[in-house]
C-alpha cells in the first residue's frame, strides 16, 4: 500500500462527508436496514423467549445471527471482489426482505425459524463485504477515516432506536408485523443503493480478480502483525455482546417485559454511539490508534458488576459505560480495510468479520449456557471477567504490532 493510499491527517468534519450524494445513498441505506434488523432481533428474542422460557434457546437463536459468518466469511465474501459491488448489496437485500417475510409467517416452527436466520445471515457477508470495498472509492483520505466514523455512529444510533423502540412495536404490533417491517426496509434500502450509488468494480485487471480468492485474503491476513492484532481486539466483543444474547432472560430476571428487552439491547449501541462521537471529535487521527487496547480492555469491565445485581436503570447503566469504551471498533475497522489491497479488500474484510461474528456467536452460545446454570446476571460477569484478561492480551499484540 503505498502513502498516497493511507487515510490523511486532515480536518474532514461530519458535514463534509454527509454532502456527497453517494455517500449520502449507503448512509441512509445503512440506516433504514439497522433500524429494522434490530426491532427484528427484539420480536425473534421476545418470540423465543415467550414461547421457550428458556435462556438458553434465545442465546442460541440469538447466535445464529452470529454463526453463519463461519462459512459465509470466507466463502461469499469474495464475491464483492469478484461481482459489481453496488449489484451485490442491492440482490442481497432483496434477497434479506424475501427471507424476513418468510420469517412473519404466523406459525412457522422454531426449527424453519432457525433455518431463515441462518440463511438471512449468509447473505449478509457478501453484503458487508462490498460496503466496506466501495465505501474508499466513494471517499478517500480523512473523508473515509470520517465516513467509517459516521457509519459506526449511524449503526449504534440505529440500533439505540430500534432496539428502544422495538420492545413497544412488538408490544403493540406483534412480531409477524413487526418481521414484515424488517422485510420493507431491506427493500427500501436496495431502491437507495440502486438509484444513488455509482456500480464499482474492483480496480485490478481480469488477472487479478480471478487471484482475489479465499487463500490470497487469508495470506494477506495472516502475514500481517498489524491485521491479526486488529482482527484480535475486534473479536473482545465477543464478550460484550453477550449482553444481547441474555437481554430477554435478564429482562424477565429484573421483572421486566418486552419494553425493558429493548431498553437493554439499547443500551450498549447507545454508549458506542456517543463514544463514536467522541473519539472522532476529541481525539486526533494519530492518537487514535494508541487508544485501541486500554478501551478494548474498558469495554469488558463494566460488566463485572452486574454480579452485584443492579436493578434495570442499573444495568443499564453500567452497559452504556461499557458501549462507550466500544467506540474503539470504528478506527480499527477503518485501520483494517485501509490497510488492505483493493483486489483483496472484500475477501480480507469478509475473514475478518468471520472471525469477529464466529466468537461473537460462540460468546452468547456458551453465556446461554452459563445462564441456564448461573442465572444472567452472573453469567454476564463472568464474560466481562473472562474478557478484561482476554483484552490485555490482544492490546499487548496490538502495541507490538505498532512498534514494528
Known amino acids: 500500500m ?4 493511507r487515510p490523511s491527517t486532515g480536518g474532514a468534519r461530519f458535514g463534509d462527508v454527509l454532502a456527497d450524494p453517494q455517500f449520502r445513498a449507503l448512509w441512509a441505506a445503512q440506516l433504514l436496514s439497522v433500524l429494522g434488523d434490530q426491532v427484528a432481533r427484539v420480536a425473534l428474542a421476545v418470540l423465543v423467549f ?27 465474501s469474495g464475491i464483492a471482489d469478484r461481482a459489481p459491488r453496488r449489484a451485490t448489496m442491492v440482490v442481497t437485500d432483496l434477497l434479506r426482505a424475501v427471507l424476513l417475510a418468510l420469517m412473519a409467517i404466523p406459525g412457522t416452527p422454531f426449527w424453519v425459524l432457525c433455518l431463515l436466520v441462518v440463511a438471512g445471515q449468509l447473505l449478509a457477508a457478501p453484503f458487508a463485504a462490498a460496503r466496506a470495498a466501495i465505501l474508499p472509492h466513494v471517499l478517500t483520505g480523512e473523508r473515509y477515516v470520517v ?23 412488538v408490544a403493540l404490533v406483534g412480531v409477524p408485523v413487526a418481521l414484515l417491517g424488517d422485510a420493507v426496509t431491506f427493500v ?85 454511539a456517543l463514544g463514536i462521537v467522541l473519539l472522532a471529535r476529541l481525539v486526533p487521527p494519530e492518537r487514535r490508534d494508541r487508544l485501541l487496547g486500554p478501551l478494548a480492555v474498558a469495554s469488558c469491565v463494566p460488566l463485572i458488576a452486574s454480579a452485584l445485581d443492579p436493578p434495570l436503570a442499573g444495568v443499564v447503566a453500567l452497559w452504556v459505560v461499557s458501549g462507550l469504551a466500544c467506540a474503539y471498533q470504528v478506527p480499527a475497522n477503518a485501520a483494517f480495510v485501509a490497510a488492505v489491497p483493493d483486489a483483496h479488500r472484500g475477501q480480507a474484510f469478509g475473514l ?30 463472568i464474560a466481562g471477567g473472562v474478557g478484561v484478561l482476554v483484552a490485555l492480551g490482544c492490546a499487548l499484540a496490538w502495541t507490538r504490532a505498532r512498534g514494528s
Do not use: H, K, W
Open 352 to 381: 475478518a468479520v468471520t472471525a469477529l461474528r464466529v466468537t461473537q456467536g460462540l460468546g452468547v452460545l456458551l453465556a446461554g449456557v452459563l445462564a441456564e446454570a448461573t442465572g444472567p446476571a452472573t453469567a454476564v460477569a
Open 147 to 169: 465516513a467509517s466514523a459516521v457509519s459506526g455512529t449511524t449503526y449504534q444510533s440505529g440500533q439505540v432506536l430500534g432496539f428502544a423502540l422495538g420492545g413497544p412495536l
Open 2 to 5: 503505498t502513502e498516497d493510499d
Open 50 to 76: 415467550t414461547d421457550t422460557g428458556s435462556a438458553g434457546l434465545t442465546a442460541l437463536t440469538y447466535a445464529l445471527t452470529f454463526l453463519p459468518d463461519l462459512v459465509a466469511g470466507p466463502l461469499l
Open 188 to 272: 427500501l434500502s436496495a431502491v437507495i443503493l440502486q438509484l444513488g450509488v455509482t456500480e464499482q468494480r474492483v480496480t485490478t485487471s481480469v488477472e487479478g480478480r480471478a487471484g482475489a480468492g479465499l487463500r490470497d485474503g487469508a495470506r494477506i491476513v495472516a502475514g500481517d502483525r498489524r491485521l491479526r492484532a486488529l482482527v484480535a481486539l475486534a473479536c473482545v466483543s465477543a464478550f460484550v455482546v453477550t449482553i444481547e444474547g441474555l437481554a430477554a432472560p435478564y429482562a424477565a430476571a429484573l421483572g421486566g417485559g418486552p419494553a425493558a428487552v429493548g431498553l437493554l439491547l439499547a443500551a450498549n449501541p447507545l454508549g458506542a
